[in-house]
Each structure stands twice: as structure tokens, then as C-alpha cells.
């Protein structure tokens, strides 16, 4: 087999859980081949370069072998490469995200009377 199409390949290569996942994630804009839009039935050999975001993280592999069919997650491991630029991207991006996140700690108690008005102050712009 030298091609297979994207959607299956994706599939095949567990990066969406359904066939319908990734055909949807295709039509969307969210995987590019060799640096362009596809549509689902675009077929993927050896050597070609997806770009495929997920979330938050975008991933981008280089596809070292094609497989129409489902395997265990070491199987799909190997029918790609990631970038080491994609691998450094996707970890600082992920970084970022957890010091945006590590001052956020919900009180868990509703605000009192208090809070409200000083709450309101600050969206007026001041007291009155």
C-alpha cells in the first residue's frame, strides 16, 4: 500500500478517536498537508508533512508509514515522526498555560455584600 487516505490515516494513527472526527477536523481547517488545506479523501504517502491542531496543541509530523487499519497506540506510533521544533512548541505553549492558570484558585464561596460593591466599583471605573 503507498497511500492511504487522510482521514483514515489520522484515524489509523490515533490522532482523533473516529473516522467522523477526523474527516470533521479536515473539512475544518484544522490538518493541513504539506502546508495546504486538504479534503478528506486526499490521499497520504510516505514523506508527506501534516500539520494537525487539537485544542490547544498543534502537532506537526512527518509520516513515515501508511496503514489503513487501527492498531495498538504503539503500532500508531510508528507511522509518524514529530517535529523536534513541533515537540519544543507544543511544550512551552503548555507551560504557559499552566503559570496563566496557577493564580487562579476559585474561593469556592459565593461573594458577599462586600465583594459585589467592590466588584461593581471596579467595572464602573471607581465609586461614585
Not at 475544518?28 to 490547544?56: E, S
Given at each position: 500500500?503507498?497511500?492511504?487516505?487522510?482521514?483514515?490515516?489520522?484515524?489509523?494513527?490515533?490522532?482523533?478517536?473516529?473516522?467522523s472526527?477526523?474527516?470533521?477536523?479536515?473539512?475544518?481547517?484544522h490538518?493541513?498537508?504539506?502546508?495546504?488545506?486538504?479534503?478528506?479523501?486526499?490521499?497520504?504517502?510516505?514523506g508527506?508533512?501534516?500539520?494537525i491542531?487539537?485544542?490547544?496543541?498543534?502537532?506537526?509530523?512527518e509520516?513515515?508509514?501508511?496503514?489503513?487499519?487501527?492498531g495498538?497506540?504503539?503500532?500508531a506510533?510508528?507511522?509518524?515522526?514529530?517535529?523536534?521544533?513541533?515537540?519544543?512548541?507544543?511544550e512551552t505553549?503548555a507551560?504557559?498555560?499552566?503559570?496563566?492558570?496557577?493564580?487562579?484558585?476559585?474561593?469556592?464561596?459565593r461573594?458577599?455584600k462586600?465583594?459585589?460593591?467592590?466588584?461593581?466599583d471596579?467595572?464602573?471605573?471607581?465609586?461614585?
Amino acid at each position: 500500500m503507498d497511500a492511504v487516505r487522510i482521514d483514515q490515516w489520522l484515524w489509523a494513527a490515533r490522532f482523533f478517536r473516529t473516522r467522523s472526527q477526523a474527516k470533521t477536523a479536515v473539512d475544518g481547517g484544522h490538518v493541513r498537508l504539506n502546508g495546504a488545506r486538504t479534503k478528506p479523501a486526499k490521499d497520504v504517502k510516505q514523506g508527506d508533512t501534516l500539520t494537525i491542531r487539537r485544542g490547544f496543541a498543534e502537532y506537526t509530523v512527518e509520516v513515515t508509514g501508511v496503514c489503513e487499519r487501527r492498531g495498538n497506540a504503539q503500532a500508531a506510533a510508528l507511522l509518524y515522526d514529530e517535529t523536534a521544533a513541533s515537540e519544543q512548541r507544543r511544550e512551552t505553549e503548555a507551560a504557559r498555560r499552566k503559570l496563566e492558570r496557577a493564580g487562579l484558585a476559585a474561593s469556592g464561596a459565593r461573594p458577599t455584600k462586600r465583594d459585589r460593591r467592590q466588584l461593581a466599583d471596579l467595572k464602573s471605573g471607581g465609586p461614585d
